[in-house]
Nanobody, 115 residues
């Protein structure tokens, strides 16, 4: 069964750091363009970062550019999101998925940014 399992979330202070992981049980993971999404309370889910199949090309939403870094390890079928200098506005549940062809969402991982 194709699925994503996100982990690494938690409580972090503004200006701190956190690394999220997403383990994918998906055939041919290394061929897919992947993305991290987030959904804050009362808001729609939004795409915050993407990475191409090789890991060479990344893109970010304006709100996180310069603070978040997406990466992947195709040997481990895993995609990562490094959160540096998070802000309270980054508080959300974070998910990964395949932007070109979404599959059922995982449970996500909660990130809470608060002092």
């Amino acid at each position: 069964q194709v699925q994503f399992v996100e982990s690494g979330g938690g409580l972090v202070q503004p200006g701190g750091s956190l690394r999220l992981s997403c383990a994918a049980s998906i055939f041919s993971f290394s061929t897919y363009y992947m993305g991290w999404y987030r959904q804050a309370p009362g808001k729609e889910r939004e795409l915050v970062a993407t990475i191409d199949s090789s890991g060479a090309v990344t893109d970010y939403a304006h709100s996180v550019k310069g603070r978040f870094t997406i990466s992947r390890d195709n040997a481990k079928n895993t995609v990562y999101l490094q959160l540096n200098s998070p802000e309270p506005e980054d508080t959300a549940i974070y998910y990964c998925n395949r932007p070109a062809h979404l599959i059922p969402w995982g449970q996500g991982t909660q990130v809470t940014v608060s002092s």
